[in-house]
C-alpha cells in the first residue's frame, strides 16, 4: 500500500480489549521536528472527546538533582537512558487496568521535573508520542499501533530551532550545539533504526492528510469491533 502512508511489515496490531481501561495504545515516533505533535492532535481531534488521553514521552526526563543547572544543561537528552521509559511502561499498563496515573510535568528551562505532576484517567484510547518510543523493547511491546512520521532533516531542524528559542527559551548557539552534539547523532543511532519497527510510516507529518485520514479511520474501524 501506498497513498502516502506506507504500511510495513512490522506486524499487523492487535488492540487490547478491556472492559474499563485502554482498548487501544498507539505510539507515534520520528526525529526532533518531524510533527509528531501535529500528527497526534490530529489523530485526538478525529476521536470523540474524553475518550482518548496524550501522554509525551519528553514527560519522564529524569529528574537529576544530583548536578547543577550547568551540568544538565550539557546531559545528552536524546539518549534513551535520560528517561525513566520504565515508568511510562508502568503507567501504560495501569491505564490498560482502567486505573489512573500521574504523569510528571518537565520543565525544559530548568530540566527539572515540578513538583505537580499532571493526573491522566483511563480512556479507550492512549497516544504515547516521543522520538524514542519505539528504541525501548518493553514499551515498544505495550504499543497496539506504531506510526513513524518520516520528515527530512532539513525541515526538522528549522523547526527545532524555533520551538526551541520561543517556547524554550534557548539562543540559538546553544541549539547549534547541541544539535551537532547530540541531537543528529543520536537520531542516527536510536530513532532513524527504529522506524522499522512502525506499523505506518507517514511522510512529511502534519501536512499528509492522506496518511492521517488513513490512521484515523483504521482507529475507527479498531473501536467499532
Same mark, same amino acid.
Given at each position: 500500500?501506498?497513498?502516502?502512508?506506507?504500511?510495513?511489515? +512490522?506486524?499487523?496490531?492487535?488492540? *487490547?480489549?478491556?472492559?474499563?481501561?485502554?482498548?487501544?495504545?498507539?505510539?507515534?515516533?520520528?526525529?526532533?521536528?518531524?510533527?509528531?505533535?501535529?500528527?497526534? *492532535?490530529?489523530?485526538?481531534?478525529?476521536?470523540?472527546?474524553?475518550?482518548?488521553?496524550?501522554?509525551?514521552?519528553?514527560?519522564?526526563?529524569?529528574?537529576?538533582?544530583?548536578?547543577?543547572?550547568?551540568?544538565?544543561?550539557?546531559? *545528552?537528552?536524546?539518549?534513551? *537512558?535520560?528517561?525513566?521509559?520504565?515508568?511510562?511502561?508502568?503507567?501504560?499498563?495501569?491505564?490498560?487496568?482502567?486505573?489512573?496515573?500521574?504523569?510528571?510535568?518537565?520543565?525544559?528551562?530548568?530540566?527539572?521535573?515540578?513538583?505537580?505532576?499532571?493526573?491522566?484517567?483511563?480512556?479507550?484510547?492512549?497516544?504515547?508520542?516521543?522520538?524514542?518510543?519505539?528504541?525501548?523493547?518493553?514499551?515498544?511491546?505495550?504499543?497496539?499501533?506504531?506510526?513513524?512520521?518520516?520528515?527530512?532533516?532539513?525541515?526538522? +531542524?528549522?523547526?527545532?530551532?524555533?520551538?526551541?528559542?520561543?517556547?524554550?527559551?534557548?539562543?540559538?548557539?546553544?541549539?547549534?550545539?547541541?544539535?551537532?552534539?547530540?541531537?543528529?547523532?543520536?537520531?542516527?543511532?536510536?530513532?532513524?533504526?527504529?522506524?522499522?519497527?512502525?506499523?505506518?510510516?507517514?511522510?512529511?507529518?502534519?501536512?499528509? +492528510?492522506?496518511?492521517?485520514?488513513?490512521?484515523?479511520?483504521?482507529?475507527?474501524? +479498531?473501536?467499532?469491533?
Amino acid at each position: 500500500m501506498n497513498m502516502q502512508a506506507s504500511a510495513t511489515s +512490522a506486524g499487523g496490531p492487535g488492540p *487490547n480489549d478491556t472492559s474499563l481501561g485502554a482498548r487501544l495504545v498507539i505510539g507515534i515516533a520520528g526525529g526532533s521536528g518531524s510533527g509528531k505533535t501535529t500528527v497526534a *492532535n490530529r489523530v485526538r481531534a478525529s476521536i470523540p472527546e474524553g475518550q482518548v488521553a496524550l501522554i509525551e514521552h519528553d514527560a519522564y526526563y529524569r529528574d537529576r538533582t544530583d548536578l547543577t543547572y550547568d551540568e544538565r544543561c550539557k546531559l *545528552n537528552f536524546d539518549h534513551p *537512558n535520560s528517561l525513566e521509559t520504565e515508568l511510562l511502561v508502568e503507567h501504560v499498563r495501569a491505564l490498560r487496568r482502567g486505573e489512573p496515573v500521574d504523569v510528571p510535568l518537565y520543565d525544559f528551562k530548568t530540566h527539572r521535573r515540578a513538583e505537580e505532576v499532571r493526573r491522566v484517567e483511563p480512556t479507550r484510547i492512549v497516544i504515547v508520542e516521543g522520538i524514542l518510543v519505539f528504541v525501548e523493547e518493553a514499551l515498544r511491546k505495550e504499543l497496539d499501533v506504531r506510526i513513524y512520521v518520516d520528515t527530512d532533516p532539513d525541515i526538522r +531542524a528549522f523547526r527545532r530551532i524555533r520551538r526551541d528559542i520561543e517556547q524554550r527559551g534557548r539562543s540559538f548557539e546553544s541549539i547549534r550545539e547541541q544539535y551537532y552534539r547530540t541531537v543528529r547523532p543520536m537520531h542516527l543511532q536510536f530513532v532513524e533504526p527504529s522506524k522499522r519497527h512502525a506499523h505506518v510510516i507517514i511522510p512529511e507529518g502534519g501536512e499528509n +492528510a492522506v496518511g492521517i485520514d488513513f490512521v484515523t479511520r483504521f482507529i475507527g474501524s +479498531a473501536l467499532s469491533r
